[in-house]
């Protein structure tokens, strides 16, 4: 929004300063300026929780109802009721299945449990060798220990939902910024003209 208004009053004052500001220019400048504010989201909602949000030029791969292939695309556009994505209009309902990767909670916590294994076990060897001077070697307790957190948090850590079916828990909707689920971009406001 404040980019879109810089630019209009940039505009503006290089076209007064030239004497050539005309009414066709003023009007397209403030449709410049209008298109910045209206970027819509694609959420697909689980209740009242935001599982995936896809904005314009996001990649789209999803399945339609009685199809077994899976469409590689991007969104294009987005209206009420669809998809646009660079080939075709999907509407919603036709949509069986969108895929995509989502970290959840389990996911870190078992990268966690990875991390924390590995460390310890390197620590156990570094404290074994370097500091108590004696030949490397396997602690009964510390090994089974890091053994085991890696083994749990392994399957943790990479098991991952590719995908989700659309079903009547599951719902896609196009927002706006009028929206409770909309979500504004972290870069819309970058200018390049702030110092950084």
Excluded at 102 to 108: A, E, I, L, T, V
Excluded at 164 to 174: A, D, E, M, S, W
């Amino acid at each position: 929004m404040l980019i879109g208004a810089s630019f209009f009053l940039i505009w503006v004052y290089i076209f007064k300063t030239l004497k050539i500001i005309s009414p066709v220019v003023v009007f397209f400048l403030v449709v410049q300026a209008i298109t910045c504010l209206g970027q819509k989201q694609l959420v697909l909602l689980k209740g009242e929780t935001v599982m995936l949000r896809l904005r314009a030029g996001d990649d789209f791969v999803f399945r339609l109802k009685g199809s077994k292939d899976k469409r590689v695309s991007y969104v294009n556009n987005l209206l009420p009721g669809a998809v646009v994505t660079h080939r075709d209009t999907v509407p919603f309902d036709k949509i069986e299945r969108i895929y995509f990767r989502k970290s959840r909670f389990y996911n870190r916590l078992g990268g966690a449990l990875v991390v924390f294994g590995v460390g310890l076990f390197l620590i156990d060897q570094i404290n074994t060798t370097l500091i108590q001077g004696e030949d490397a070697s396997l602690d009964q307790g510390v090994t089974t220990f890091c053994m085991s957190a890696v083994g749990v948090g392994l399957p943790m850590m990479l098991i991952k939902k590719k995908s989700q079916r659309i079903t009547y828990k599951y719902r896609l909707l196009t927002v706006d910024k009028n929206s409770v689920f909309y979500l504004p971009d972290p870069n819309a406001n970058f200018s390049p003209f702030q110092d950084n």
